[in-house]
C-alpha cells in the first residue's frame, strides 16, 4: 500500500508546504516513490500471478478493497513511478516547478494512476479511472491557454460519457458475479451477444482514452492548449491506462465477444495509423504534428493488443514504455522551441541546430528513437507487432508498416524545419542543465530497452500468459 499511500502524503504535503521548498521536496519525493517500485520490481517473482498488498473482501453490494499487482502491473507502475520525476525534472527552469498547487495535482494524478494499476476490484478500478481526471483536469484549466474552456469541456464530457459506459459494463458483470473482485469477474460466463454488448462499454471508455480513431477530436486541440507538464502526463501517462485496460480488464472480462469484436478494433486502429501520420504530415504546428503522431502510433498499439496473442502484447508492452519515453522528450522540445522563440510554427523556425548545438544533438536524437531506428526500444516493439498484424492479415500488415515510412516523413520534415536551414533567430539559449539531464536519462532508456528487452518481455510473460489464456471455456 505504501505505493499509493506516498503520493497522497506528498500531494498533502505540497499544499502546506512553502513554496521555496516545493522543487526540492517534489523532486526528491518523487524519487522515492521511484525507489520504492524498484524495490518491487526487483523483489517480484514474476511467475507469481497476483501479489496482493492489500485485501479486504466482504463489503457492501458485493465490494472488495483489494489492491496487488502482477508482473504486467508492476511495469506499469514503474513506468509512471519513473516518468513523474521526468516531468517534475523537466519543469525544474519553469515557473510551474515552485508553484505547490501544481506539484500537489502532480502527486494525486500519481495516486490515481498507481490506483488504476494495483486495482483488483472493478468499482475500484472505476473510482481510481475516474479520480485521474479530475487532479488533469485542474492543472489543464489552471495552468493551460486561458483560451481553451471550450476544449477542456469537450475534453470532460468524451471522457465522462465513456467513464459511464465502463461503469454500467462493470454493473452487468457485478450483477452476474455478485461481486466485484477481479477473479469473480473474470469467471462470469457470457453469451457472445452479451460478451459483445459488455465489451462496448469497456471499449468506449478506452477508445477515447487512448484516442483511437474516430474518437480522437479532443486530443490535438487538448494537447496543444495544456501546459508541457500536462501534455506529458496526458500523453506519456494517461492514456496507458486505457492500454492496460484493454489488456488487463476488458479482454479478459468479455472473452466471449473478442471474435466479434477482433475486426471492427483492428480496421480502426488500422485506420488511426494512416489517418494520424498523413494529418501530422500536413502541420505546421510541431505541438499538434506531435499530437497527431501520437495517435498514429496508438493506432498500431491498440490494433495488437486485439491481436490477443502474447507475442503482440509482448510487442506492446515494450512499445508502451517506448511511446510514454518519447512523448516526454518530444513535447519537452516542443515546449523548449515555444519558449525560446514564441512560436510552435515550422515556417517560422529553422536553423537553430546552428545557435543551439546541444539541443540539436539531443532532439536529433529523440528524432531517431521515434523513427524506430535498429537498438532502439521502438524498433523491437513495432517490428513484433507489425509481423503480428501481418500474421493475422496481410492488408492490416501493410497499414502497420505504412506508419514507419509516413513517420520517417513527419518526423524528419520537423527536425529539418525547426533546425536546419537559414537561421530565422540572432539568438537561442542552448539547453539547460535539468533539460540536458531529461534527454541523457531518456535516450539512454531507450537504448537499454532496445537491447535488453527481453528482459522486459521475458519479466511480463507469466501474466501475459495468464491474461491470453482467458477463454469461453474458462
Known sequence: MELLILPLILGLVMLILPSGWCKLVGGLGSLASLGIASYHLMGFDPLTQVVMSSSIDKMAFGLTLNFGYDSLGLVMIMLTNAIIPLILLSNWNRELAGNKLFTALVFFMQLGLLGVFTAQDGIMFYIFWEFTLLPIFLILYWFGAKENNKVLFKFFIYTLVGSLAMLLSFIALGINAQSFAYQDLVNVQLSQKMACWVMSGFLLAFAIKIPLFPFHTWQPATYTSSPMAGTMLLSAL?????????????????????????????????????????????????????????????????????????????????????????????????????????????????????????????????????????????????????????????????????????????????????????????????????????????????????????????????????????????
Open 238 to 474: 494517461m492514456l496507458k491506462m486505457a492500454l492496460y485496460g484493454m489488456m488487463k480488464w476488458m479482454l479478459p472480462l468479455t472473452s466471449e465477444g473478442i471474435e466479434v469484436m477482433k475486426w471492427p478494433v483492428i480496421i480502426l486502429g488500422a485506420i488511426g495509423i494512416v489517418y494520424g501520420a498523413v494529418i501530422a504530415i500536413k502541420q505546421n504546428d510541431i505541438k499538434t504534428l506531435f499530437a497527431f503522431a501520437s495517435i498514429s502510433h496508438l493506432g498500431l498499439i491498440a490494433a495488437g493488443i486485439m491481436v490477443f496473442n502474447t507475442a503482440a502484447w509482448s510487442g506492446a508492452i515494450i512499445q508502451i514504455i517506448n511511446h510514454s519515453l518519447i512523448s516526454i522528450g518530444l513535447f519537452l522540445a516542443a515546449d523548449i522551441l515555444e519558449k525560446r522563440t514564441g512560436t510552435r510554427k515550422l515556417d517560422e523556425l529553422g536553423g537553430i541546430a546552428k545557435i543551439a548545438p546541444r539541443f540539436g544533438f539531443w532532439f536529433a536524437a529523440i528524432v531517431f528513437a521515434a523513427l524506430s531506428i535498429p537498438f532502439s526500444a521502438g524498433f523491437i516493439g513495432e517490428f513484433i507487432l507489425i509481423k503480428e498484424l501481418f500474421s493475422f492479415h496481410v492488408l492490416i500488415g501493410i497499414l502497420a508498416v505504412s506508419s514507419l515510412i509516413l513517420g520517417a516523413v513527419y518526423m524528419l520534415r520537423s527536425y529539418q524545419l525547426s533546425m536546419f536551414g537559414p537561421p530565422k533567430l540572432t539568438s537561442f539559449q542552448d539547453l539547460t542543465w535539468n533539460e540536458t539531464a531529461v534527454f541523457v536519462v531518456l535516450s539512454i532508456s531507450i537504448l537499454i530497452i532496445g537491447l535488453f528487452s527481453t528482459y522486459i518481455i521475458d519479466y511480463t510473460a507469466p501474466a501475459i500468459r495468464v491474461l491470453t489464456a482467458i477463454t469461453p471455456t474458462n
